[in-house]
């Protein structure tokens, strides 16, 4: 759609209640090109080209560097026009970037800078901050004791080398990762956070782990899935988590491309903002969208949490925010650089 629509398009995502793909466009006559492909047309104020230029400055601001395909820099030092911003990211739905926030919080160097933009952009008040989802936990599918979750299994077709992929900031560069049990399953071979999220664990100990396809439907008392591929799925999308604090949720995508500020000073960007419930010790875990196949989304990298005993906010009422760094980006690299893709 982005193709065939040029400058006028303005996103798309998918809408459940009609099973249909939903396109933004900028003109009558591009709606009606819509419809012809087959797709849903809603004409909007802004392409999605000025939406993500939006983003992109917010970005820049923030320190991220410009980069090329297969290839990653890390982010540098946050100006004062986006500090205290916990977050944004584009939202078809609205044609608008929405910018988080926790309440109070946005400093007037920052409200200046969002002004500027008008009401292409959207305030967003968090009722908490986000924050990463590494912690102990009570067994399952673990790795490190239980402190995060194992993602998907990779490996490389011509040498037959096994890998995990997890989030990065489960672990450090060169660590020896232990998996359910606390036998040895190798070492940390390549690891991203800021900028990124996720890390690359080569297997060091196949003749006691044996990998495949699979993601367990409940990392407490077995099943499993086979995962066949991977998407980067639109807005709307239903797409389940697997981790060894809340085992299986699922929910829907609800942002794409988000820059998350975790804990007030650990910048990712890229993400994927999801309603799938999230608590400590889920880092790292295996987000899929079920269907026929099943298809790997990403790994789990932090959530807005409300504090102990208060599962993913719905004890007060809260709404689930939680989010996932794309596997499409993390096959991207480590596809070039280590040669691993998923089984």
Do not use: M
């Given at each position: 759609m982005r193709g065939k629509l040029g400058s006028s398009f303005g996103g798309s995502w998918f809408d459940a209640q009609s099973g249909r793909l939903?396109?933004?466009v900028t003109s009558e006559a591009s709606?009606?090109?819509?419809?012809?492909?087959g797709a849903t047309p809603k004409v909007v104020a802004r392409s999605y080209a000025a939406l993500e230029s939006i983003a992109t400055e917010l970005d820049t601001l923030a320190g991220r560097a410009p980069e090329k395909a297969g290839t990653r820099t890390a982010a540098g030092k946050p100006q004062a026009a986006v500090q205290g911003l916990a977050g944004w990211h584009i939202d078809p739905t609205t044609n608008s970037v929405v910018v988080s926030?926790?309440?109070?919080?946005?400093?007037?160097?920052?409200?200046?800078?969002?002004?500027?933009?008008?009401?292409?952009?959207?305030t967003e008040y968090l009722p908490a901050a986000p924050t990463?989802?590494?912690d102990y936990m009570d067994g399952g599918d673990q790795i490190n004791g239980g402190s995060c979750s194992a993602g998907f299994?990779?490996?490389?077709?011509?040498?037959?080398?096994g890998y995990l992929l997890t989030a990065g900031h489960c672990v450090s560069l060169n660590q020896t990762v232990t998996g359910q049990g606390g036998s040895a399953f190798g070492k940390v071979v390549s690891r991203w956070f800021l900028t990124y999220d996720d890390a690359l664990v080569e297997a060091t100990n196949p003749g006691y782990w044996i990998q495949g396809p699979w993601v367990d439907t409940n990392p407490s008392n077995g099943g499993f899935i086979n995962i066949t591929g991977y998407t980067d799925a639109p807005v709307g999308t239903y797409v389940c988590k697997s981790g060894v604090k809340t085992k299986m949720t699922?929910?829907?995508?609800?942002?794409?491309?988000?820059?998350?500020?975790?804990?007030?000073?650990?910048?990712?960007?890229?993400?994927?903002?999801?309603?799938?419930?999230?608590?400590?010790?889920?880092?790292?875990?295996?987000?899929?969208a079920p269907g026929a196949p099943n298809r790997a989304e990403g790994v789990t990298s932090g959530?807005?949490?409300?504090?102990?005993?208060?599962?993913?906010g719905s004890a007060i009422g809260q709404?689930?925010?939680?989010?996932?760094?794309?596997?499409?980006?993390?096959?991207?690299?480590?596809?070039?650089?280590?040669?691993?893709?998923?089984w």
């Open positions: 939903v396109v933004g709606a009606a090109q819509v419809t012809e492909l926030v926790g309440r109070d919080r946005l400093s007037r160097r920052a409200q200046e800078n969002l002004t500027r933009y008008g009401d292409a952009v959207r990463t989802t590494a299994n990779l490996r490389n077709p011509t040498t037959g080398k699922c929910g829907n995508i609800t942002g794409k491309d988000e820059t998350v500020t975790f804990d007030g000073v650990n910048t990712v960007y890229g993400l994927t903002r999801r309603s799938a419930c999230v608590e400590k010790g889920d880092s790292g875990g295996a987000n899929y959530a807005v949490l409300y504090g102990t005993g208060l599962r993913c709404p689930t925010i939680s989010w996932h760094f794309p596997i499409a980006d993390s096959i991207a690299y480590y596809s070039v650089a280590y040669g691993a893709n998923l």
